[in-house]
C-alpha cells in the first residue's frame, strides 16, 4: 500500500513539474530609473567648434525632475526676483528612455518657439551623477549646437 501512495505521489509531482501551462517567466529587467530630482552642476554649449561654459551663474539654479515618463526643469534666480536681472526659465514635456538613448520631447516651453520638438541626447547615469549629452538644432531658430550638462541627484529630504 505504502508503494501505491508512493507512486500516485511521484506521478503527481512529474505531471505538476512538466505542466507546459505553468512557465515560471523571469522577472523584467529594471531599467535605470531617472525618477527624482536632480540640480545642473555643470553644462556647456558647443557651437562651430567654439565652447562655452553655461552654467547658471552663482545667483541661479537648474533643477530637473523626472517621473516615469514626463520630465520638468526651471532655472530660477536665489534672490527670488529681487535682483536687478530676475530669471526664470521653463519647460517639460515627455521623455523615452531606451538604454542610454534619451529623447524629450519639449511639450511647454517659456520660449514658445522651442516647444512641440524633439531632441535626442545620450544619458549615462552613474550613482548620484547624471550626464545629458547630445544636440539642440531649430533650424527656423538658427540653433545648431551640442550640450552637455551634468546633474546631481538631490536626496529625498525628511
Request: proline residues 3%.
Amino acid at each position: 500500500m505504502k508503494t501505491y501512495y508512493l507512486a500516485s505521489f511521484l506521478m503527481l509531482l512529474s505531471a505538476a513539474c512538466s505542466n507546459p501551462s505553468k512557465q515560471v517567466t523571469e522577472a523584467p529587467k529594471k531599467t535605470k530609473t531617472l525618477d527624482g530630482t536632480w540640480h545642473l552642476i555643470s553644462s556647456k554649449s558647443i557651437q562651430k567648434g567654439d565652447t562655452t561654459i553655461t552654467t547658471p551663474p552663482k545667483d541661479q539654479e537648474m533643477l530637473k525632475m523626472f517621473n516615469a515618463t514626463n520630465f520638468a526643469f526651471f532655472t530660477h534666480d536665489l534672490m527670488h526676483g529681487q535682483t536687478a536681472k530676475p530669471f526664470y526659465s521653463s519647460g517639460a514635456g515627455t521623455y523615452t528612455l531606451n538604454g542610454d538613448d534619451y529623447t524629450e520631447h519639449l511639450a511647454y516651453c517659456d520660449a514658445r518657439s522651442w516647444e512641440n520638438r524633439d531632441f535626442k541626447f545620450k544619458l549615462t547615469v552613474s550613482n548620484d551623477t547624471l550626464v545629458q549629452k547630445g544636440i539642440e538644432k531649430i533650424d527656423s531658430l538658427k540653433v545648431d549646437r551640442e550640450i552637455i550638462e551634468t546633474y546631481v541627484k538631490i536626496n529625498k529630504r525628511d
